[in-house]
């Protein structure tokens, strides 16, 4: 069984920064797209990034791009989002997601497997 699981959310201050971590298990990822998604209340699931099964296909939403970093560790089957720069507007709950398709979508519907997600919050 697939199982994801997030770490590294918390409370921090506009301008810091936070390591978000995710951890699969249940499968073999390494040709898997896995990616970041988050969802404030009251909106929807946004896509944040996402990396293809070449550690060198990443996408990032315009949002985010020059401030996050997504990566992975295809042996330990991890994915970091590395979140610099943080503004209020990035508080969130945020996502892991695996999408068993090579290619890189930004589209939640095409991921099949998600974690439970991790709080990000951002004061001003």
């Known amino acids: 069984q697939v199982q994801l699981v997030e770490s590294g959310g918390g409370l921090v201050q506009a301008g810091g920064s936070l390591r978000l971590s995710c951890a699969a298990s249940?499968?073999?990822?390494?040709?898997?797209?896995m990616g970041w998604f988050r969802q404030a209340p009251g909106k929807e699931r946004e896509f944040v990034a996402a990396?293809?099964?070449?550690?060198?296909?990443?996408v990032y939403a315009d949002y985010v791009k020059g401030r996050f970093t997504i990566s992975r560790d295809k042996a330990k089957n991890t994915v970091d989002l590395q979140m610099n720069s943080l503004k209020p507007e990035d508080t969130a709950v945020y996502y892991c997601?695996?999408?068993?398709?090579?290619?890189?979508?930004?589209?939640?519907?095409?991921?099949?497997?998600w974690g439970q997600g991790t709080q990000v919050t951002v004061s001003s």
């Open positions: 249940g499968g073999t990822f390494s040709m898997d797209t």
């Open positions: 997601a695996v999408d068993l398709a090579r290619w890189v979508s930004r589209i939640p519907a095409s991921y099949e497997y």
């Open positions: 990396i293809g099964w070449t550690n060198s296909n990443t």
